[in-house]
């Protein structure tokens, strides 16, 4: 029977996968429902850029599929109720409140007017985080609805002045029960009815984003207790109001002025409007922008984009470092299992790193997106059709006599290729147009002839065929370099066609300089186990984020042969410098291996970090040719 259990057990396993709406679908109930991907990746058990990945085309498989589709039918239903009781509401001639509404003074009875729902006291602290959020820099654009309140008297022929919390509807619009804010940037930010401590400072902010409450404002993180200053009363006149709705006495209230939609001003008190406050008209197609009537604190800042105040050096070291000693401790301080079991998980756990120093910025890492056919292998173990330049040269003469010559190993080359320019969304295709430095991507050039073989390698490798081919990004970038006025070693590169998207040199940024740091600290206490973990974290990133089954998370191979093809124009460029510098240059291999004759030390400083170098071998050449091994370095 045990045989045919194990049949029902497989049998159990096999069936219709769950079925998944449009990844736009996805997006939207997620947005709706107002949950990050921090969030969503949580309850999963993922990553959030997973799912991004998901939102962006990728299909999840398995369990995990089947709980991704429960997560989505469960929002699609409480969306479907909500709609269906607000259509029996304006069925029945209602509308859903969020509390007593109490008409302008002065309002014409003949037209509908703004209202004014009011909604519990809010501090001023958060008014102005609130008030920051709709300001509109970076494409943010924030809802506040207060909860049901006391109903607030407004003075008599003058403008509506809202009470702490509440928010001014415009003409036409509907009170919606929602707290949010989204940015255009990719990052969510939602906005919280009561603050909480920042994640920085520790003092009240009124935001979240990506899951963690933070001022929005760096300049509002307090290193030290500052005393607010009392918020000056302003007298409300009294309000002439019928019998059935009693006037009630407005409790003091921020200097506000209600403005029309726009970058909101700052105003030192309450000021009549000489005209009605009309809402912003929204694109055809979109849902009418809503017209926002608080005005933000005095910043001293500039009407530009919002900055993110998110930033945790220190964070990512840390994760680094309480896994290697979790990993010591499980394996009772024994440095060999604890290091075997760390580079097992260093492909999951670069992944977690690169998650938490993303968190808060500006762009989204698109996981996984559209891949143009030349980047795909043509064969399981086959190669794509991109030419990634690796140097692989020796000197075919050398002066004449004996010389001592040193074989140089580069530190951490993957590790200081991470910054390049890299694309930040899908690739787009071009034809026949010059090269934009605000782009990145692959590009099929006809190389330049290379006349210097004698005493540097050729910036494109060891290539034995002639003709147009497929070259990255730092490729090109060397080439068009190298024949630029400064240098004119060659003649510019022809661009055929490319596969190009917008580009950033500062997307891994934080990534690699939490790794670096960690590396740095190693190196100085002598940790070894933290070292090769580092290590194993950076360039197993490099080599699983293309087409890996070691890597589910990321998808990214024009990202790895661009970081690649960076490593080895980093080499290249410091053989230029070396032979600038007068040195005889040797031999130059792959990413991290510089031979060269001469006084090195005058060019090259010597130690273990990422702009060091430190001595692999030294041999005598001249009338012997040297024999010795290629060696692999640090990576």
Not at 34 to 56: D, F, I, N, Y
Not at 184 to 199: I, K, N, S, Y
Not at 361 to 389: C, F, M, N
Request: aromatic share 4%.
């Amino acid at each position: 029977m045990s045989d045919f259990d194990a049949i029902d057990s497989l049998l159990a396993g096999v069936g219709p996968e769950a079925e998944l709406p449009s990844p736009q679908v996805r997006q939207e109930l997620r947005e709706q429902a107002r949950l990050s991907k921090a969030q969503v990746a949580r309850a999963l058990g993922v990553s959030p850029s997973t799912v991004a990945g998901w939102e962006s085309g990728r299909d999840p498989a398995g369990e995990i599929r089947t709980k991704y589709a429960y997560l989505l039918d469960g929002l699609a239903a409480k969306f479907a109720d909500t709609a269906h009781v607000t259509a029996s509401a304006a069925g029945q001639g209602t509308a859903p409140a969020t509390g007593p509404v109490t008409p302008l003074a002065g309002a014409s009875s003949a037209g509908a007017s703004p209202l004014v729902p009011a909604g519990p006291a809010t501090s001023p602290e958060e008014l102005a985080e609130l008030a920051e959020l709709a300001e509109g820099g970076d494409g943010v654009e924030a809802e506040f609805l207060a909860a049901p309140g006391p109903e607030v008297a407004v003075p008599a022929g003058g403008p509506p002045v809202p009470s702490p919390g509440a928010r001014v509807l415009a003409e036409g619009t509907s009170p919606e029960p929602a707290v949010s804010a989204v940015s255009a940037g990719g990052d969510e930010v939602e906005v919280l009815a009561v603050p909480e401590p920042c994640v920085l400072c520790g003092y009240p902010a009124g935001a979240r984003v990506a899951g963690f409450v933070q001022h929005l404002d760096p300049g509002d993180c307090h290193t030290e207790p500052t005393a607010a200053a009392p918020a000056a009363p302003v007298a409300v006149p009294a309000v002439t109001a019928s019998a059935a709705e009693p006037a009630v006495a407005a409790p003091a209230v921020p200097s506000l002025q209600p403005v029309t939609a726009g970058p909101l001003t700052t105003a030192p008190s309450v000021q009549p409007a000489t005209a009605p406050v009309q809402p912003k008209a929204a694109p055809a197609g979109m849902p009418a922008a809503r017209t926002s009537h608080t005005t933000a604190r005095p910043s001293g800042r500039s009407q530009g984009p919002a900055r993110r105040a998110f930033q945790e050096p220190s964070g990512p070291v840390d994760l680094i470092g309480q896994a290697v000693k979790a990993a010591l401790a499980e394996h009772h301080g024994d440095v060999e299992s604890a290091t075997a079991a760390l580079l097992k998980r260093a492909i999951p756990d670069a992944m977690r790193l690169l998650d938490e120093t993303r968190k808060g910025a500006r762009y989204d890492v698109i996981a996984h997106p559209w891949i143009p056919d030349i980047l795909r292998k043509r064969t399981s173990r086959g190669a794509d059709q991109v030419w990634e330049a690796r140097p692989k040269w020796t000197r075919h003469e050398l002066p004449p006599g004996r010389h001592q010559v040193t074989a140089l190993d580069i530190n951490g080359a993957y590790l200081s290729a991470l910054k390049t320019h890299l694309p930040l969304g899908q690739l787009e295709h071009s034809a026949g147009l010059p090269h934009d430095r605000r782009r990145a991507g692959v590009h099929l050039i006809t190389p330049p002839p290379w006349e210097h073989e004698q005493v540097l390698p050729n910036p494109i490798g060891q290539r034995d065929e002639p003709g147009p081919l497929w070259v990255t990004e730092p490729t090109l970038r060397l080439l068009l370099r190298l024949s630029g006025p400064k240098y004119a070693l060659c003649a510019p590169p022809v661009i055929h066609e490319s596969y190009t998207s917008g580009a950033t040199e500062n997307l891994l940024e934080k990534f690699r300089i939490a790794l670096k740091e960690a590396r740095d600290t190693a190196i100085a206490q002598g940790d070894e186990v933290t070292l090769e973990y580092v290590k194993a974290m950076y360039s197993k990133f490099v080599s699983t984020m293309g087409e890996s089954n070691y890597n589910r998370e990321l998808y990214r191979p024009d990202w790895m042969h661009i970081i690649r093809s960076q490593a080895f124009a980093n080499l290249w460029l410091k053989a230029l410098k070396a032979h600038d510098e007068g040195l005889t240059v040797v031999r130059a291999m792959g990413t991290d291996e510089l031979h060269v004759i001469g006084d090195w030390h005058r060019v090259f400083p010597e130690g273990r970090a990422v702009t060091e170098v430190k001595v692999k071998d030294t041999y005598t050449a001249g009338t012997a040719e040297y024999t010795g091994t290629e060696g692999k370095g640090e990576e």
